[in-house]
């Protein structure tokens, strides 16, 4: 999707990123093979998983402001199904004002 | 003579009116102070800011509260317009600053690998973030 949205719409400047959550680091070098956008690690001081409230499988869409355009999760409304897919797409279009 | 005892009887009655006509405000004002003001002006607040869920309870608990003391006169400021409103569709979330990090990029095939990375960062962008559990 990262890739989609950045030959789409090249006029905007949006950029996906991970938050794994705390205590799942053996799990990272899987993850690894299978994205190249940025992954971070949650850990007992950053606590974002706490601070954001987020659930598994959140993504949040933050605005310009990093205020928080939407929240979409993903085992609500899995990507595989494409409606969910463009869904997702369009708030991140609509979070850039495009 | 006549004219005395009519002239009293008008001022009775005259009396008799300005004393009845105060009465039924006083007798409402007890009801509606203790019964709905303090617990609607929570509610409203609260709803305003995105709690619905914390605000809905907070009311329930507060009518039960003051209602003991209630007269009898039906409640008509207590319309339930507050909770008919809340549709659920209030997020929370809505527009609200996340709350700031810094936390290194460990991914090496991304172009930030080894960078400390802060929602800040992504100011006049749009980003998103993906939580998720890496098995």
Redesign the interface.
Known sequence: MQAELHNERPDLDISILNVNGEGLESGLESLFEDTTLPVVQDDATAQVWVNWEATWRDVYVLDGDNEVYAVFNLTSYGLDDSANYEALKALFVEAAGG | MLDTGRSAVLHALVLAACMTVPAPASVDEPAWSGDVRPGDTATDTAETGGGDTGADTAETGGDTGVDSSDSGLPDTADTGAVDTADTGGD?G???????D?????????????GQV?S??D??????????????
């Open positions: 997020t979330f809505a527009f609200t600053i996340v709350p990090f810094a936390l290194e990029d460990l991914n090496p095939g991304s172009v930030r690998y990375v929602p800040r992504y100011l006049e962008q749009t980003s998103g973030w993906y939580f998720i559990h890496a098995t």
